[in-house]
T-cell receptor, first 111, second 110 residues
Framework: DVKVTQSSRYLVKRTGEKVFLECVQD?????MFWYRQDPGLGLRLIYF???????EKGDIPEGYSVSREKKERFSLILESASTNQTSMYLC??????????FGEGSRLTVL | GESVGLHLPTLSVQEGDNSIINCAYS??????FIWYKQESGKGPQFIID?????DKRQGQRVTVLLNKTVKHLSLQIAATQPGDSAVYFC?????????FGTGTSLTVIP
């Protein structure tokens, strides 16, 4: 079974804080994604990575950065959290020919 | 961006009845589609997928139908159970990108 682990399920941060969201996969998959999910807007792609040290901007990269130092780990970074970044963040991996698989999500609240 | 939408935002069905959830997509180049189930507070769970060279695919109690002529996708759940209550949304894959609908909230009435 595909396993995508997001270590932090719920976080509460203050405006201006730096936030790290981590995602770990237990298989040797190249493609990893970060989405945010907001009511009425569906899933929106923030960043994705096709390999170690590679990253590509998605549709809404502003205010975010990512890090992929090891194949199994893809981190999303909010350099200075703002209230409009309160959201559900979802990490996913894609397996060519088999689909896109998500972690359990990290619900971030920025006060 | 792509337009992937759902016809109804909410759906209520009686336990034991069949459920049908619909999805429209706009990109004729999309060649792969997925249905997800998302329970409250959890990540989306892969239910079933279908490729554009197929019209129908069946799983356990679920069937996905694809009508490429009208760019329409549907998910049928047989004998709906209380555990099926969740948000369901579709995804389309075109040019290595995935695009998602906003979801239909299914409520199963005991």
């Amino acid at each position: 079974d595909v396993k995508v682990t997001q270590s932090s399920r719920y976080l509460v941060k203050r405006t201006g804080e730096k936030v790290f969201l981590e995602c770990v996969q237990d298989m040797d998959h190249e493609n990893m994604f970060w989405y945010r999910q907001d009511p009425g807007l569906g899933l929106r792609l923030i960043y994705f990575s096709y390999d170690v040290k590679m990253k590509e901007k998605g549709d809404i990269p502003e205010g975010y950065s990512v890090s992929r130092e090891k194949k199994e780990r893809f981190s999303l970074i909010l350099e200075s959290a703002s209230t409009n970044q309160t959201s559900m963040y979802l990490c996913a991996i894609s397996i060519p020919g088999q689909g896109l698989f998500f972690g359990e999500g990290s619900r971030l609240t920025v006060l | 961006g792509e337009s992937v939408g759902l016809h109804l935002p909410t759906l209520s069905v009686q336990e034991g009845d069949n459920s049908i959830i619909n999805c429209a997509y706009s990109n004729s180049a999309s060649d792969y589609f997925i249905w997800y189930k998302q329970e409250s507070g959890k990540g989306p769970q892969f239910i079933i997928d279908i490729r554009s060279n197929m019209d129908k695919r069946q799983g356990q109690r679920v069937t996905v139908l694809l009508n490429k002529t009208v760019k329409h996708l549907s998910l049928q759940i047989a004998a709906t159970q209380p555990g099926d209550s969740a948000v369901y949304f579709c995804a389309e894959n075109a040019a290595y990108q995935f695009y998602f609908g906003t979801g239909t909230s299914l409520t199963v009435i005991p």
